[in-house]
């Protein structure tokens, strides 16, 4: 059983930059970012598979960028120019199946770290 251990959430002003980690127990093929906002349903933010292949949802590419340090299993979301819309309970997720990391089926998830943007 996989394990995955967020951090770096909290609450900034519009237009700043919160940089959210996530480590994993062992070694994982894909991991991603996930977002649900109070009353929408969970969505997709960015996956990054071993070998640093990306997927982003959309144009959050535009102000989000995933990374990852194999070595420390851990996962990274470096986000900026943060908006009001982007408040949202962040989890982190994992997997070891060897199949495209986007998607929305995945065998491990955090707890969840939540992010608020003020305006």
């Known amino acids: 059983q996989v394990q995955l251990l967020e951090s770096g959430g909290g609450s900034v002003q519009a237009g700043g930059s919160l940089r959210l980690s996530c480590t994993a127990s062992?070694?994982?093929?894909?991991m991603a970012w996930f977002r649900q906002a109070p009353g929408k349903e969970r969505e997709g933010v960015a996956t990054?598979?071993?070998?640093?292949?990306?997927t982003y949802t959309g144009s959050l590419q535009d102000r989000f960028t995933i990374t990852r340090d194999n070595a420390k299993n851990t996962v990274y979301l470096d986000m900026h120019s943060l908006k009001p819309e982007d408040t949202a309970m962040y989890y982190c997720?994992?997997?070891?199946?060897?199949?495209?990391?986007?998607?929305?089926?995945?065998?491990?998830w955090g707890q969840g770290t939540q992010v608020t943007v003020s305006s």
């Open positions: 997720a994992a997997d070891q199946t060897y199949v495209s990391c986007a998607r929305d089926w995945y065998a491990y």
């Open positions: 062992e070694d994982v093929y894909c």
């Open positions: 990054i598979d071993s070998l640093e292949g990306t």
